[in-house]
Each structure stands twice: as C-alpha cells, then as structure tokens.
C-alpha cells in the first residue's frame, strides 16, 4: 500500500507563486512514477506532470510547461510542484498520484488541495 498526502495550496494572486507538496509513505520502494492532476470545476480531471521516482526525468502537460516544476527531496518521499507566473486558469484541485510496479495506472491518490488564482 502507498498512502500520499499533499499540502500546500491556497489563494494567490495571477503572476505568483505556490508550492504543493506530495508526502508519500508505506509501500514506496514499488513506485516508478509519481505525477501531479489538477480538476476545475465542470472539467475532467487534467494531467500537469510527472516525475520518475529516481528523479532522474520529467515531462509536463503544454499548458504548464515552462511556468511549472515537479521535484523530489533527497529522502526519496517528498515530491514538489513548484508553479510560477500563474494564471486564473490554473485554479483547480491539484492531487497527488502515484503508480507502482507493473500497474499501467495511478492507482494511489492523495485527497487533493485547491489551488485558486484571483485576478
């Protein structure tokens, strides 16, 4: 089992900055990928990016490339998502998911965390 909790959101204002965190415990040594999702309100739930669990690659959706960066800390059950210049549209629910072993979905979630960008 691999549990994931994220913190870190909250208001800020078009242009700035936020920082989400992603703890995950349990079963950890299993997960290959860890990725962040966002959903708005009426919209699907939408990809943002991801992160090998060695932290060695990375890849992101096009409408946050350039403006966001997942990260990893050196104890190897922390990622980031560190989100700059940010925008009105940028203002979801952002979760945390992870896949593991030879599963080709992200089975594991965390409870998620509102980002909102004001004007």
């Known amino acids: 089992q691999v549990q994931l909790v994220e913190s870190g959101g909250g208001l800020v204002q078009a242009g700035g900055s936020l920082k989400l965190s992603c703890a995950a415990s349990?079963?950890?040594?299993?997960?290959?990928?860890m990725a962040w999702f966002r959903q708005a309100p009426g919209k699907e739930r939408e990809f943002v990016g991801r992160?090998?669990?060695?932290?060695?690659?990375?890849n992101y959706a096009g409408s946050v490339q350039g403006r966001f960066t997942i990260s990893r800390d050196n104890a190897m059950n922390t990622v980031y998502l560190q989100m700059n210049s940010l925008k009105t549209e940028d203002t979801a629910v952002y979760y945390c998911?992870?896949?593991?072993?030879?599963?080709?979905?992200?089975?594991?979630w965390g409870q998620g965390t509102q980002v909102t960008v004001s004007s």
């Open positions: 998911a992870a896949r593991a072993g030879r599963d080709n979905e992200y089975k594991y």
């Open positions: 349990g079963r950890t040594f299993s997960i290959n990928y």
């Open positions: 992160i090998s669990w060695s932290g060695l690659g990375t």
